[in-house]
Protein backbone atom coordinates (compact mmCIF):
# COMPACT_ATOMS: atom_id res chain seq x y z
CA UNK A 1 0.00 0.00 0.00
CA UNK A 2 3.01 2.31 0.97
CA UNK A 3 4.82 1.05 -2.34
CA UNK A 4 1.83 2.85 -4.35
CA UNK A 5 2.95 6.27 -3.40
CA UNK A 6 5.17 8.20 -6.66
CA UNK A 7 8.18 10.23 -5.90
CA UNK A 8 8.30 13.67 -7.96
CA UNK A 9 5.90 11.77 -10.10
CA UNK A 10 8.20 12.14 -13.13
CA UNK A 11 6.85 10.57 -16.05
CA UNK A 12 8.99 10.14 -18.34
CA UNK A 13 9.57 10.92 -22.10
CA UNK A 14 11.60 12.01 -25.19
CA UNK A 15 9.50 15.56 -25.52
CA UNK A 16 11.39 18.80 -26.21
CA UNK A 17 10.04 19.44 -22.81
CA UNK A 18 11.84 16.72 -20.96
CA UNK A 19 14.87 17.34 -23.45
CA UNK A 20 15.17 20.66 -22.41
CA UNK A 21 18.28 21.56 -19.47
CA UNK A 22 17.21 21.43 -16.53
CA UNK A 23 18.85 24.66 -15.27
CA UNK A 24 16.86 26.23 -18.19
CA UNK A 25 13.93 24.58 -17.08
CA UNK A 26 14.26 25.65 -13.35
CA UNK A 27 14.91 29.27 -14.27
CA UNK A 28 12.00 29.24 -16.38
CA UNK A 29 9.25 28.01 -13.85
CA UNK A 30 10.39 30.63 -11.84
CA UNK A 31 9.83 33.40 -14.93
CA UNK A 32 7.03 32.06 -15.13
CA UNK A 33 5.91 32.19 -11.37
CA UNK A 34 6.99 35.93 -11.85
CA UNK A 35 5.15 37.04 -15.07
CA UNK A 36 2.11 35.03 -13.64
CA UNK A 37 1.77 37.15 -10.65
CA UNK A 38 2.94 40.74 -12.57
CA UNK A 39 0.51 40.28 -15.04
CA UNK A 40 -3.36 41.73 -14.88
CA UNK A 41 -4.95 41.37 -18.20
CA UNK A 42 -7.22 38.72 -19.41
CA UNK A 43 -5.31 38.70 -23.05
CA UNK A 44 -2.00 37.80 -21.23
CA UNK A 45 -4.02 35.20 -18.84
CA UNK A 46 -5.11 33.75 -22.28
CA UNK A 47 -1.87 33.67 -23.44
CA UNK A 48 -0.56 32.15 -20.39
CA UNK A 49 -2.87 29.17 -20.48
CA UNK A 50 -2.26 28.69 -24.15
CA UNK A 51 1.73 28.73 -23.19
CA UNK A 52 0.83 26.05 -20.15
CA UNK A 53 -1.55 23.65 -22.51
CA UNK A 54 0.78 23.55 -25.55
CA UNK A 55 3.39 22.54 -23.08
CA UNK A 56 1.52 19.97 -21.29
CA UNK A 57 0.38 18.56 -25.07
CA UNK A 58 3.96 18.32 -26.49
CA UNK A 59 5.22 16.96 -22.68
CA UNK A 60 2.61 14.35 -23.78
CA UNK A 61 1.27 14.52 -19.60
CA UNK A 62 -1.94 13.10 -19.58
CA UNK A 63 -4.53 15.81 -19.20
CA UNK A 64 -5.80 13.66 -15.98
CA UNK A 65 -2.87 13.62 -14.52
CA UNK A 66 -2.14 17.68 -14.53
CA UNK A 67 -6.03 18.00 -13.00
CA UNK A 68 -4.77 15.75 -10.60
CA UNK A 69 -2.21 17.78 -9.40
CA UNK A 70 -4.93 20.48 -8.47
CA UNK A 71 -6.66 18.38 -6.25
CA UNK A 72 -4.67 18.94 -2.79
CA UNK A 73 -4.68 22.24 -3.04
CA UNK A 74 -8.58 22.75 -4.03
CA UNK A 75 -9.53 23.83 -0.51
CA UNK A 76 -6.96 26.86 -0.83
CA UNK A 77 -8.26 27.33 -3.74
CA UNK A 78 -11.97 27.99 -2.42
CA UNK A 79 -10.72 29.46 0.73
CA UNK A 80 -8.96 32.46 -1.50
CA UNK A 81 -11.70 32.46 -3.14
CA UNK A 82 -14.51 33.33 -0.55
CA UNK A 83 -12.38 35.58 0.82
CA UNK A 84 -12.16 37.64 -1.86
CA UNK A 85 -15.54 37.64 -2.87
CA UNK A 86 -16.52 38.61 0.80
CA UNK A 87 -14.10 40.68 1.74
CA UNK A 88 -13.27 43.07 -1.32
CA UNK A 89 -14.64 46.71 -1.02
CA UNK A 90 -16.15 48.44 -4.37
CA UNK A 91 -19.05 48.35 -6.16
CA UNK A 92 -22.03 46.30 -4.27
CA UNK A 93 -23.58 43.75 -6.45
CA UNK A 94 -25.51 41.91 -3.41
CA UNK A 95 -26.29 42.24 0.37
CA UNK A 96 -28.13 40.09 1.65
CA UNK A 97 -27.34 41.13 5.96
CA UNK A 98 -23.32 41.53 6.63
CA UNK A 99 -22.71 39.70 3.43
CA UNK A 100 -22.11 41.77 0.40
CA UNK A 101 -20.39 40.72 -2.55
CA UNK A 102 -18.46 43.07 -4.53
CA UNK A 103 -17.77 43.42 -8.53
CA UNK A 104 -14.21 43.86 -7.56
CA UNK A 105 -14.30 40.73 -4.94
CA UNK A 106 -15.31 39.13 -7.76
CA UNK A 107 -12.91 39.93 -10.40
CA UNK A 108 -10.07 39.26 -7.76
CA UNK A 109 -11.45 36.09 -6.97
CA UNK A 110 -11.32 35.40 -10.73
CA UNK A 111 -7.80 36.51 -10.98
CA UNK A 112 -6.27 34.81 -7.83
CA UNK A 113 -7.84 31.17 -8.86
CA UNK A 114 -6.57 31.59 -12.50
CA UNK A 115 -3.22 32.54 -10.72
CA UNK A 116 -2.99 29.55 -8.42
CA UNK A 117 -4.14 27.22 -10.76
CA UNK A 118 -1.74 28.38 -13.72
CA UNK A 119 1.04 28.07 -10.73
CA UNK A 120 0.52 24.54 -9.45
CA UNK A 121 0.31 23.45 -13.16
CA UNK A 122 3.49 25.31 -13.87
CA UNK A 123 5.41 24.10 -11.29
CA UNK A 124 3.88 20.22 -11.53
CA UNK A 125 5.64 20.62 -14.89
CA UNK A 126 8.93 21.10 -14.17
CA UNK A 127 8.64 17.96 -11.51
CA UNK A 128 6.35 15.72 -14.17
CA UNK A 129 9.35 16.09 -17.13
CA UNK A 130 12.72 16.23 -15.18
CA UNK A 131 14.12 13.15 -13.00
CA UNK A 132 14.50 13.94 -9.73
CA UNK A 133 18.54 13.31 -10.46
CA UNK A 134 18.72 15.88 -13.06
CA UNK A 135 16.82 18.38 -10.38
CA UNK A 136 19.10 18.08 -7.99
CA UNK A 137 22.22 18.18 -10.72
CA UNK A 138 20.70 21.31 -11.62
CA UNK A 139 19.65 22.77 -8.00
CA UNK A 140 23.50 22.42 -7.62
CA UNK A 141 24.89 24.05 -10.60
CA UNK A 142 22.46 26.90 -9.97
CA UNK A 143 23.72 27.61 -6.36
CA UNK A 144 27.22 26.69 -7.14
CA UNK A 145 27.79 30.45 -6.38
CA UNK A 146 26.45 30.84 -3.17
CA UNK A 147 29.99 28.31 -2.31
CA UNK A 148 31.82 31.84 -2.52
CA UNK A 149 30.15 32.51 1.13
CA UNK A 150 30.33 29.05 1.95
CA UNK A 151 26.71 27.88 1.48
CA UNK A 152 27.00 23.69 1.98
CA UNK A 153 26.13 23.41 -2.04
CA UNK A 154 27.33 20.36 -2.92
CA UNK A 155 26.45 18.25 0.39
CA UNK A 156 22.65 20.14 0.41
CA UNK A 157 22.56 18.32 -3.56
CA UNK A 158 23.77 14.87 -2.28
CA UNK A 159 21.54 14.93 1.05
CA UNK A 160 18.92 15.40 -1.86
CA UNK A 161 19.87 12.54 -3.47
CA UNK A 162 20.05 10.41 -0.77
CA UNK A 163 16.85 10.75 0.27
CA UNK A 164 15.13 10.60 -2.81
CA UNK A 165 17.36 6.99 -3.07
CA UNK A 166 16.18 6.13 0.21
CA UNK A 167 12.71 7.06 0.44
CA UNK A 168 11.58 3.40 -1.58
CA UNK A 169 13.65 1.40 0.99
CA UNK A 170 12.61 3.35 4.04
CA UNK A 171 9.10 2.69 2.76
CA UNK A 172 9.29 -0.92 2.18
CA UNK A 173 11.34 -1.42 6.00
CA UNK A 174 8.22 0.52 7.38
CA UNK A 175 6.13 -2.09 5.43
CA UNK A 176 8.04 -4.80 7.19
CA UNK A 177 8.19 -3.20 9.90
CA UNK A 178 3.99 -2.45 10.36
CA UNK A 179 3.52 -6.18 9.71
CA UNK A 180 6.07 -7.01 12.49
CA UNK A 181 4.16 -5.17 15.42
CA UNK A 182 0.65 -6.15 13.88
CA UNK A 183 1.40 -9.80 13.64
CA UNK A 184 2.52 -8.69 17.65
CA UNK A 185 -1.19 -7.37 18.24
CA UNK A 186 -0.47 -3.95 17.67
CA UNK A 187 -3.97 -2.12 16.48
CA UNK A 188 -2.93 0.60 14.15
CA UNK A 189 -6.13 1.51 12.70
CA UNK A 190 -8.57 1.67 15.45
CA UNK A 191 -8.86 4.39 18.07
CA UNK A 192 -8.90 8.57 18.79
CA UNK A 193 -6.21 10.40 17.23
CA UNK A 194 -3.92 10.08 20.84
CA UNK A 195 -4.40 5.98 20.69
CA UNK A 196 -3.57 6.23 16.92
CA UNK A 197 -0.32 8.31 17.56
CA UNK A 198 0.66 6.10 20.61
CA UNK A 199 0.13 3.68 18.30
CA UNK A 200 3.36 4.74 16.16
CA UNK A 201 5.83 4.91 18.52
CA UNK A 202 6.72 1.02 17.81
CA UNK A 203 6.68 1.79 14.21
CA UNK A 204 8.96 4.75 14.51
CA UNK A 205 11.55 3.82 17.03
CA UNK A 206 12.82 0.62 14.76
CA UNK A 207 12.10 2.60 11.72
CA UNK A 208 14.71 5.05 12.95
CA UNK A 209 16.91 2.98 14.42
CA UNK A 210 17.61 1.17 11.13
CA UNK A 211 17.62 3.60 9.49
CA UNK A 212 20.83 5.43 11.61
CA UNK A 213 22.01 1.87 11.32
CA UNK A 214 21.67 2.10 6.93
CA UNK A 215 23.48 5.72 7.37
CA UNK A 216 26.41 4.31 9.26
CA UNK A 217 26.96 1.61 6.63
CA UNK A 218 26.61 4.07 4.14
CA UNK A 219 29.07 6.44 4.97
CA UNK A 220 31.97 3.63 5.29
CA UNK A 221 30.67 2.15 1.63
CA UNK A 222 30.50 6.09 0.69
CA UNK A 223 34.39 6.28 1.99
CA UNK A 224 35.02 3.13 0.39
CA UNK A 225 34.61 4.43 -2.73
CA UNK A 226 37.33 7.36 -1.98
CA UNK A 227 33.69 9.91 -0.90
CA UNK A 228 35.83 13.29 0.85
CA UNK A 229 32.88 15.75 -0.60
CA UNK A 230 32.05 18.25 -3.31
CA UNK A 231 36.12 19.29 -3.74
CA UNK A 232 37.80 17.83 -7.02
CA UNK A 233 34.67 15.43 -7.96
CA UNK A 234 33.82 15.26 -11.66
CA UNK A 235 30.20 14.18 -13.19
CA UNK A 236 29.46 11.26 -15.28
CA UNK A 237 26.98 13.54 -17.03
CA UNK A 238 27.64 16.95 -17.37
CA UNK A 239 24.91 19.67 -18.02
CA UNK A 240 25.62 21.24 -21.26
CA UNK A 241 23.65 23.81 -22.69
CA UNK A 242 22.72 23.22 -26.53
CA UNK A 243 21.87 25.53 -29.28
CA UNK A 244 18.25 24.19 -28.74
CA UNK A 245 18.48 24.80 -25.16
CA UNK A 246 19.22 28.86 -25.65
CA UNK A 247 16.59 29.17 -28.44
CA UNK A 248 14.37 27.58 -26.15
CA UNK A 249 14.99 30.14 -23.34
CA UNK A 250 15.33 32.94 -25.09
CA UNK A 251 11.81 32.31 -27.10
CA UNK A 252 9.91 31.71 -23.43
CA UNK A 253 11.10 34.77 -21.68
CA UNK A 254 10.38 36.96 -24.58
CA UNK A 255 6.95 35.51 -24.10
CA UNK A 256 7.12 36.17 -20.61
CA UNK A 257 8.17 40.06 -21.20
CA UNK A 258 5.31 40.30 -24.48
CA UNK A 259 2.65 38.92 -21.91
CA UNK A 260 3.72 41.74 -19.37
CA UNK A 261 4.39 44.46 -21.15
CA UNK A 262 0.10 44.07 -22.08
CA UNK A 263 -0.21 44.96 -18.98
CA UNK A 264 0.81 48.54 -20.64
CA UNK A 265 -2.02 48.39 -22.97
CA UNK A 266 -4.29 46.50 -21.76
CA UNK A 267 -7.21 47.39 -19.48
CA UNK A 268 -6.05 45.52 -16.14
CA UNK A 269 -8.98 42.95 -14.86
CA UNK A 270 -8.30 44.52 -11.50
CA UNK B 1 53.46 -13.95 -8.45
CA UNK B 2 53.54 -10.72 -6.59
CA UNK B 3 52.51 -10.15 -2.46
CA UNK B 4 49.77 -7.83 -3.07
CA UNK B 5 48.36 -7.91 0.76
CA UNK B 6 50.82 -8.25 3.34
CA UNK B 7 49.55 -8.40 7.00
CA UNK B 8 52.80 -8.66 9.80
CA UNK B 9 52.44 -9.88 13.33
CA UNK B 10 48.94 -7.59 12.96
CA UNK B 11 46.84 -7.41 16.52
CA UNK B 12 44.12 -5.57 16.58
CA UNK B 13 41.83 -4.15 19.95
CA UNK B 14 38.73 -2.41 20.00
CA UNK B 15 38.99 0.16 22.76
CA UNK B 16 35.90 1.41 24.94
CA UNK B 17 34.80 5.03 25.59
CA UNK B 18 35.97 4.95 29.39
CA UNK B 19 38.87 4.05 30.47
CA UNK B 20 38.13 1.25 32.75
CA UNK B 21 37.12 -1.11 30.59
CA UNK B 22 39.60 -3.62 28.71
CA UNK B 23 40.26 -3.11 25.04
CA UNK B 24 38.54 -6.05 23.20
CA UNK B 25 41.60 -8.03 21.22
CA UNK B 26 39.65 -8.78 17.67
CA UNK B 27 42.73 -10.03 15.71
CA UNK B 28 45.53 -11.46 17.27
CA UNK B 29 49.24 -11.46 15.76
CA UNK B 30 47.87 -12.65 12.50
CA UNK B 31 50.48 -12.60 9.92
CA UNK B 32 49.21 -13.37 5.95
CA UNK B 33 49.82 -12.62 2.57
CA UNK B 34 47.94 -12.61 -0.78
CA UNK B 35 49.07 -13.11 -3.85
CA UNK B 36 47.68 -11.01 -6.87
CA UNK B 37 45.34 -13.61 -9.03
CA UNK B 38 44.28 -15.17 -5.57
CA UNK B 39 40.72 -16.28 -5.01
CA UNK B 40 40.97 -16.36 -1.19
CA UNK B 41 37.68 -17.42 0.86
CA UNK B 42 37.66 -16.41 4.37
CA UNK B 43 36.02 -18.33 6.69
CA UNK B 44 34.98 -18.13 10.74
CA UNK B 45 31.91 -17.82 12.60
CA UNK B 46 30.48 -14.74 13.91
CA UNK B 47 32.33 -12.54 15.86
CA UNK B 48 35.91 -14.47 15.08
CA UNK B 49 37.24 -11.33 13.42
CA UNK B 50 36.93 -12.01 10.05
CA UNK B 51 35.46 -8.86 8.90
CA UNK B 52 38.12 -6.74 11.58
CA UNK B 53 41.08 -8.84 9.01
CA UNK B 54 38.66 -7.69 5.97
CA UNK B 55 38.91 -3.80 6.94
CA UNK B 56 42.20 -3.72 7.79
CA UNK B 57 43.05 -4.53 4.11
CA UNK B 58 41.73 -1.17 2.97
CA UNK B 59 42.34 0.91 5.69
CA UNK B 60 38.89 1.64 7.20
CA UNK B 61 40.91 0.08 10.56
CA UNK B 62 44.48 0.22 11.40
CA UNK B 63 46.20 -1.91 13.06
CA UNK B 64 46.98 -1.93 16.95
CA UNK B 65 50.36 -3.35 16.38
CA UNK B 66 52.38 -4.96 13.43
CA UNK B 67 52.01 -3.49 9.43
CA UNK B 68 49.46 -4.33 6.99
CA UNK B 69 51.01 -3.35 3.25
CA UNK B 70 48.70 -3.40 0.30
CA UNK B 71 50.42 -3.08 -2.94
CA UNK B 72 53.46 -1.84 -0.88
CA UNK B 73 51.64 1.03 0.90
CA UNK B 74 51.66 0.96 4.73
CA UNK B 75 47.67 1.51 5.62
CA UNK B 76 48.79 3.17 9.04
CA UNK B 77 49.66 6.42 6.22
CA UNK B 78 46.60 8.58 6.39
CA UNK B 79 47.55 10.35 3.32
CA UNK B 80 47.66 7.26 1.26
CA UNK B 81 44.36 6.30 2.50
CA UNK B 82 42.28 6.81 -1.12
CA UNK B 83 45.80 5.15 -3.15
CA UNK B 84 44.89 2.02 -1.15
CA UNK B 85 40.84 2.42 -1.21
CA UNK B 86 41.41 2.75 -5.35
CA UNK B 87 43.74 -0.56 -5.41
CA UNK B 88 41.37 -2.26 -3.05
CA UNK B 89 38.04 -2.08 -3.25
CA UNK B 90 35.29 -3.47 -0.70
CA UNK B 91 31.47 -4.79 -1.11
CA UNK B 92 29.57 -5.15 1.80
CA UNK B 93 26.56 -7.57 3.22
CA UNK B 94 23.63 -5.21 2.63
CA UNK B 95 23.22 -4.38 -1.03
CA UNK B 96 20.77 -1.51 -0.05
CA UNK B 97 22.94 0.22 2.18
CA UNK B 98 26.04 0.64 -0.36
CA UNK B 99 24.26 2.41 -3.30
CA UNK B 100 24.39 5.64 -3.19
CA UNK B 101 22.68 7.11 -6.59
CA UNK B 102 19.02 6.72 -7.87
CA UNK B 103 20.26 5.44 -10.99
CA UNK B 104 21.96 2.06 -11.58
CA UNK B 105 24.68 4.00 -13.83
CA UNK B 106 25.27 6.92 -11.49
CA UNK B 107 25.59 4.82 -8.38
CA UNK B 108 28.92 3.12 -10.28
CA UNK B 109 29.93 6.19 -11.50
CA UNK B 110 30.16 7.41 -8.24
CA UNK B 111 33.38 6.10 -7.22
CA UNK B 112 34.61 7.81 -10.74
CA UNK B 113 33.41 11.14 -9.90
CA UNK B 114 34.72 11.37 -6.20
CA UNK B 115 38.38 10.59 -7.44
CA UNK B 116 37.84 13.28 -10.34
CA UNK B 117 38.29 11.13 -13.50
CA UNK B 118 37.03 13.06 -17.01
CA UNK B 119 33.46 12.15 -18.02
CA UNK B 120 33.91 10.73 -21.00
CA UNK B 121 36.65 7.95 -19.60
CA UNK B 122 33.76 7.84 -16.64
CA UNK B 123 31.25 6.76 -19.07
CA UNK B 124 33.54 3.89 -20.76
CA UNK B 125 34.66 2.55 -17.42
CA UNK B 126 31.01 2.57 -16.23
CA UNK B 127 29.70 0.60 -19.23
CA UNK B 128 32.59 -1.79 -19.19
CA UNK B 129 31.93 -2.52 -15.34
CA UNK B 130 28.57 -3.16 -15.78
CA UNK B 131 29.18 -5.14 -18.48
CA UNK B 132 31.16 -7.00 -16.82
CA UNK B 133 28.70 -7.92 -13.94
CA UNK B 134 25.76 -8.61 -16.54
CA UNK B 135 24.04 -5.55 -15.58
CA UNK B 136 24.45 -3.34 -18.69
CA UNK B 137 20.78 -3.55 -19.49
CA UNK B 138 19.52 -2.42 -15.98
CA UNK B 139 21.98 0.73 -16.28
CA UNK B 140 18.64 3.01 -16.42
CA UNK B 141 16.64 1.27 -13.30
CA UNK B 142 16.58 2.74 -10.06
CA UNK B 143 18.31 0.21 -7.32
CA UNK B 144 15.10 -0.49 -5.61
CA UNK B 145 13.78 -2.19 -9.26
CA UNK B 146 16.54 -4.94 -8.46
CA UNK B 147 16.68 -8.19 -6.33
CA UNK B 148 19.36 -9.12 -4.14
CA UNK B 149 21.33 -10.50 -5.98
CA UNK B 150 21.39 -7.88 -8.96
CA UNK B 151 21.93 -4.80 -6.21
CA UNK B 152 25.09 -6.60 -5.12
CA UNK B 153 26.14 -7.18 -8.61
CA UNK B 154 25.41 -3.54 -9.11
CA UNK B 155 27.62 -2.87 -6.06
CA UNK B 156 30.27 -4.97 -7.41
CA UNK B 157 30.50 -3.04 -10.68
CA UNK B 158 30.78 0.41 -8.45
CA UNK B 159 34.06 -1.06 -7.39
CA UNK B 160 34.88 -2.76 -10.17
CA UNK B 161 34.86 0.88 -12.11
CA UNK B 162 37.69 1.71 -10.08
CA UNK B 163 39.55 -0.87 -11.56
CA UNK B 164 41.26 -2.04 -8.62
CA UNK B 165 43.68 -4.68 -8.20
CA UNK B 166 41.66 -6.26 -5.14
CA UNK B 167 37.96 -7.04 -4.42
CA UNK B 168 37.43 -7.36 -0.29
CA UNK B 169 33.88 -8.86 0.16
CA UNK B 170 32.27 -8.69 3.30
CA UNK B 171 29.74 -11.56 3.48
CA UNK B 172 28.04 -10.71 0.54
CA UNK B 173 25.71 -13.27 -0.34
CA UNK B 174 24.70 -13.35 3.47
CA UNK B 175 21.04 -11.45 2.92
CA UNK B 176 20.65 -12.87 -0.85
CA UNK B 177 18.30 -16.00 -1.87
CA UNK B 178 20.24 -18.69 -3.52
CA UNK B 179 19.59 -17.23 -7.11
CA UNK B 180 21.30 -13.81 -6.36
CA UNK B 181 23.96 -16.14 -4.32
CA UNK B 182 24.92 -18.12 -7.67
CA UNK B 183 24.93 -15.02 -9.36
CA UNK B 184 27.12 -12.93 -7.38
CA UNK B 185 29.65 -15.97 -6.80
CA UNK B 186 29.77 -16.80 -11.01
CA UNK B 187 30.84 -13.03 -11.72
CA UNK B 188 33.00 -13.01 -8.94
CA UNK B 189 34.85 -16.65 -10.20
CA UNK B 190 34.93 -15.59 -14.01
CA UNK B 191 36.73 -11.63 -12.85
CA UNK B 192 39.24 -13.35 -10.85
CA UNK B 193 39.85 -15.82 -13.77
CA UNK B 194 39.38 -13.83 -16.80
CA UNK B 195 40.47 -10.33 -15.36
CA UNK B 196 42.90 -11.65 -12.45
CA UNK B 197 41.47 -9.53 -10.03
CA UNK B 198 42.47 -10.93 -6.60
CA UNK B 199 39.30 -11.38 -4.28
CA UNK B 200 39.03 -11.90 -0.63
CA UNK B 201 35.78 -13.06 0.62
CA UNK B 202 34.28 -13.58 3.50
CA UNK B 203 31.87 -16.10 3.44
CA UNK B 204 29.98 -18.54 6.50
CA UNK B 205 28.74 -20.48 3.40
CA UNK B 206 31.13 -23.47 3.07
CA UNK B 207 30.04 -24.43 -1.21
CA UNK B 208 30.73 -21.01 -1.66
CA UNK B 209 34.21 -21.18 0.38
CA UNK B 210 34.96 -24.27 -1.85
CA UNK B 211 35.27 -22.41 -4.99
CA UNK B 212 37.80 -20.74 -4.40
CA UNK B 213 41.60 -21.25 -4.47
CA UNK B 214 42.74 -20.81 -0.89
CA UNK B 215 40.80 -20.96 2.09
CA UNK B 216 41.73 -19.34 5.73
CA UNK B 217 39.75 -20.28 8.95
CA UNK B 218 39.99 -17.94 11.61
CA UNK B 219 39.02 -17.81 14.80
CA UNK B 220 39.14 -16.39 17.97
CA UNK B 221 41.17 -13.44 16.32
CA UNK B 222 43.68 -16.25 15.09
CA UNK B 223 44.49 -17.86 11.83
CA UNK B 224 43.74 -21.21 12.67
CA UNK B 225 44.07 -23.09 8.85
CA UNK B 226 45.23 -21.17 5.34
CA UNK B 227 45.51 -24.33 2.62
CA UNK B 228 43.41 -25.17 -0.18
CA UNK B 229 39.53 -26.01 -0.14
CA UNK B 230 40.53 -29.67 0.19
CA UNK B 231 43.32 -29.63 2.75
CA UNK B 232 41.17 -27.57 4.66
CA UNK B 233 38.15 -29.65 3.87
CA UNK B 234 39.95 -32.88 5.50
CA UNK B 235 40.32 -31.67 8.51
CA UNK B 236 36.52 -31.63 9.08
CA UNK B 237 36.91 -32.49 13.17
CA UNK B 238 39.00 -28.96 13.10
CA UNK B 239 36.50 -27.11 11.83
CA UNK B 240 33.88 -28.64 13.55
CA UNK B 241 35.61 -27.53 16.81
CA UNK B 242 35.41 -23.86 16.10
CA UNK B 243 31.94 -23.94 15.08
CA UNK B 244 32.13 -24.44 11.17
CA UNK B 245 30.15 -26.83 8.62
CA UNK B 246 31.94 -28.92 6.11
CA UNK B 247 30.58 -28.91 2.60
CA UNK B 248 27.60 -31.57 2.78
CA UNK B 249 29.51 -34.07 0.57
CA UNK B 250 32.68 -33.77 2.69
CA UNK B 251 30.29 -34.45 5.48
CA UNK B 252 29.04 -37.87 4.29
CA UNK B 253 33.12 -38.74 3.09
CA UNK B 254 33.44 -38.15 6.64
CA UNK B 255 30.81 -39.87 8.33
CA UNK B 256 31.51 -43.24 6.09
CA UNK B 257 35.22 -43.13 6.94
CA UNK B 258 34.31 -42.56 10.62
CA UNK B 259 31.88 -45.96 9.85
CA UNK B 260 35.11 -47.75 9.06
CA UNK B 261 34.51 -47.45 4.88
CA UNK B 262 37.72 -47.02 3.40
CA UNK B 263 36.47 -43.51 1.98
CA UNK B 264 39.35 -40.95 0.60
CA UNK B 265 39.62 -37.48 2.35
CA UNK B 266 38.84 -33.85 0.87
CA UNK B 267 35.93 -34.50 -0.88
CA UNK B 268 34.62 -31.18 -2.15
CA UNK B 269 32.00 -31.94 -5.22
CA UNK B 270 28.51 -33.91 -5.84
CA UNK B 271 30.71 -35.41 -8.98
CA UNK B 272 33.88 -36.50 -6.84
CA UNK B 273 31.71 -37.99 -3.96
CA UNK B 274 29.53 -39.97 -6.52
CA UNK B 275 32.39 -40.95 -8.28
CA UNK B 276 33.90 -42.41 -5.16
CA UNK B 277 30.69 -44.26 -3.85
CA UNK B 278 30.55 -45.81 -6.93
CA UNK B 279 34.19 -47.09 -6.42
CA UNK B 280 33.26 -48.22 -2.98
CA UNK B 281 30.30 -49.95 -3.75
CA UNK B 282 31.24 -51.66 -6.65
CA UNK B 283 34.78 -52.85 -5.15
Redesign the interface.
Known amino acids: MLKDISIGQFFPGKSIVHRLDPRIKILLVFGFIITLFIVRNLVSFGLIILFLTVTVFTAKIPVKTVLKSLKPILPLILFTAILNIFFIDGHVLFRWGWIRITEDGIRLAVLMIIRIVCLIIGASLLTYTT???ALTDAIERLLSPLKKIHFPVHEMAMMM??A??FI??LI?ETDKIMSAQKARGADLETGGLMKRAKALVPILIPLFVSAF??AE??A?????????GGE???????LKLTVSDWVIAVFVTAFYIVGILMNLWIPALF | MKKLIQFKQVSFEYNHESEEEEPVAVLHDITLSIKEGDFVAVLGHNGSGKSTLAKHI?A?LQPTEGVVWVDGIDTSKEELV?EI??QV??V?Q?P????????V??DV???????????TE??ER?DAALQQVGMYEFREH???QLSGGQKQRV?IA??LA?QPKCIVLDEPTAMLDPQGRREVLKTLLSLNREKGTTVVFITHFMDEAVQANRVVVVDGGQIIADDTPKAVFSDVEQLKKVGLDVPQVTELAYELRKAGIDFPNGILSVEECVAELQKALGG
Do not use: W
Open positions: SPITILRPTERRELLAMECRCYRGRTRMKQ | NIFRQGMFNDNQLVATVEEAFALENLGVESIRVSPHAGIM
